[in-house]
């Protein structure tokens, strides 16, 4: 498991994890859409010498590991670790993952862009995910020349990254904001301040488990650091407003939260059939009743790890290869039983 799900953070009541992501790409160098095979495996070998050279102490602590190397199983569990995007998998034939032995740095090679480096830490830790990847991006320029303009900042595949490049995300566990109808008001201001709101796997993805992901949509015209600190603003907000809500709605009505609550704690104790929607959802109702102090026997951490546990990639791996969605469902819920 990655650091971010092995490990709690700062405001971990709702915040489940911070990712700074930077974008980068080589100078004079076609964008990986239209990169040759040797090219990309040459963009490959470059990287993984910068990061390695810069440092030699890295060498122990970082892997390469070719996409084209990984089984479909492996390919969906990097996925949902979120150590890896869809998007790289459409580049398998050049595409690769160099990685920390924590798993809270990683480097995309060959993704939408040449280099994407990303920082994941549980928690709300936006600014030290930032000096993290920063780090590693002086690392890989003292010895690779990035595609760089003086009036647009660093160029990238997709004009939504032009400028600095970055992108900081904070991943929230937000349902009684959702439960009170509240979190649509958050999308919508969210949108007119610049920010994008995601689910729990990024663009195009649904809001599982009242899992939502908010992170900055400008990357051009403010620094780094003024788009860390506009996003850390609102989601401390956020964070507020979450913790507010849980409180005045156990104190309106504690016998239906409690209900709800229970009855999903009984279903993941007993069921022997659930798929993975149903068991985010009651995984969701447990972590409140954890952070209200209504669950004494299970932590935020088992509950964090278990939402990746019960995914298909995990749960296939788990128990010896690919199976059908039945026996799927019939897997992931014995899992489930043993684990809480």
């Known amino acids: 498991m990655p650091k971010w799900l092995k490990e709690i953070g700062p405001d971990s009541d709702v915040v489940i994890s911070s990712r700074i992501r930077l974008a980068r790409n080589l100078e004079a160098t076609p964008f990986p859409q239209s990169l040759k095979e040797p090219q990309g495996r040459e963009i490959i070998s470059r990287v993984y010498d910068a990061v390695i050279e810069g440092n030699s102490s890295l060498k122990n602590d970082f892997s390469l590991i070719e996409i084209n190397s990984l089984n479909r199983?492996?390919?969906?569990?990097?996925?949902?670790?979120?150590l890896i995007s869809p998007d790289l998998l459409k580049h398998s034939d050049i595409g690769a993952l160099l990685v920390n032995n924590d798993e809270a740095l990683s480097i995309m090679i060959n993704e939408e862009d040449h280099i994407r480096i990303q920082c994941m830490l549980p928690g709300l830790q936006l600014s030290e995910g930032w000096d993290m990847a920063n780090r590693i991006d002086d690392l890989i320029e003292e010895r690779i020349k990035y595609a760089y303009n003086e009036r647009l900042g660093y160029l990238t595949s997709c004009p939504t990254n032009v400028g600095t490049g970055i992108r900081a995300s904070v991943m929230l566990h937000l349902p009684v904001l959702n439960m009170t109808g509240y979190m649509s008001n958050v999308i919508k201001i969210a949108g007119q301040i610049g920010l994008a709101v995601r689910g729990i796997h990024g663009e195009g993805t649904e809001f599982t488990g009242n899992i939502y992901q908010i992170s900055n949509q400008i990357t051009l015209g403010m620094t780094e650091e003024e788009i860390i600190k506009n996003l850390q603003d609102v989601v401390r907000q956020i964070v507020q407003q979450e913790r507010a809500l849980r409180e005045n709605l156990y104190v309106e009505r504690p016998v239906e939260l409690?209900?709800?609550?229970?009855?999903?704690?009984?279903?993941?104790?007993?069921?022997?059939?659930?798929?993975?929607?149903?068991a985010m959802k009651l995984i969701s109702d447990l972590k409140l009743g954890v952070n209200l102090k209504l669950i004494a026997d299970i932590n935020l951490q088992q509950l964090n790890e278990l939402m990746i546990m019960i995914q298909a990639g995990y749960i296939q791996k788990q128990f010896g290869g690919e199976i059908g969605e039945h026996e799927r469902d019939k897997k992931r819920a014995e899992l489930i039983r043993r684990s809480i």
């Open 73 to 82: 199983l492996e390919k969906m569990n990097y996925v949902e670790n979120n």
């Open 258 to 278: 409690e209900d709800r609550i229970f009855r999903s704690y009984g279903l993941l104790k007993n069921a022997r059939l659930i798929t993975s929607n149903e």
